[in-house]
């Protein structure tokens, strides 16, 4: 296989000399261990750069969704409302907790949570005597929800807001910044992220006692007392100071990556502009990270479906992706509550996520755009 041949992956690591100078530097300081002088600046930088004035790092996004929600007071029995279009991490994190994630549908336009439908939600379920313990609203594929209806809603029926932001670090909306918005809000720092630890999270809140909790939680609940003492039950949730020198070194070079991912968006926008029938998901965000770009395909329109591009593209080694399947379609939420459109599962069964990783070359990007160009020539 030559150079050109290789596979181009959807959202790889985009990673460098930065990042190594950076993790050597960690390594000969002898701060080996989920604690270190990298730990705190990377939530100090993190913090300052989402706008909030304290951060916790952690192991990963999903440590950081469990911890929120425990720390908001989340009790067996609970309904925690989550867009049913997201990472399983999500509602995953809910289930920790012993309570009950009550999957909601999305805008069409977005992917983001529905905000009628979440009104709706939550009036059902006071109705049935429930308590809500928190809304976790997702910033689909990095643009942010629609927080200026969101956070009203849950104002006005008394429940706490946790953002999962893993997607979004970055994105703005209303000229604020993604993870910004509600009591708390959780970044991801996994291997596809927009930066990565290559494993990682922060949990990210202007309420000090609130991270304070989940710090104490996240070192296994030790009181502070020489011999090991324990009142409650705790994880071993933190971040390594290595790999928050690897983020702190990303977290540098953020604007850049992000002006990549922009470009790449740019591009396939022209690309399919005279196409009838396909859409980029959330194009009329201009706030939007750009973290992953998928398209929208309107099968009767376009002639052809995502799945026929899907197997061209495999055939020709460029990954894709379908929009993540719905949460109530997965096996292990068949019982779970819903409030459904219908939306997610159509942009399940008509999106197509394409390469869209700040490290790809623009000879690759070439080539994904003229294996497009290919397949639509021939439709
Ligand atoms: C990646 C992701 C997470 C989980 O983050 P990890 O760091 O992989 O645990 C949570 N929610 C969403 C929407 C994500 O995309």
Redesign the pocket.
Known sequence: MDGTADRILLSPPDVGPLEESYLLRALRSGWVAPVGPEVEAFEREVAARVGRSHAVALS????G?HLALIALGTRPGDAVVVPTL??V??ANAVVYTGAEPVLVDCDPESGNLDPALLERTLDELRRAGRRVAAVLP?DMFGSCADYDRILPICAAAGVPVIE?A??ALGAVRDGRPAASFGQAA?L???GN?IITTS???MLVSDDHDLVAHCRYLSTQARQPVRHYEHTDTGYNYRLSNLLAALGRAQLRRLDGMLARRRAHRERYAKLFAATPGVRLLGSGDIGANCWLTSIVVDRAAAGWQAAELARHMDAHEIETRPIWKPMHLQPVFASARTVLSGAAERLFASGLTLPSGSAMTDQQLDRVAATIADFLDRR
């Open positions: 990963s996004g999903t440590a969704l997201t990472f991490a999500t997702v999962d893993a997607e959780v991801s720092f996994n992220k494993g990682g999270g």
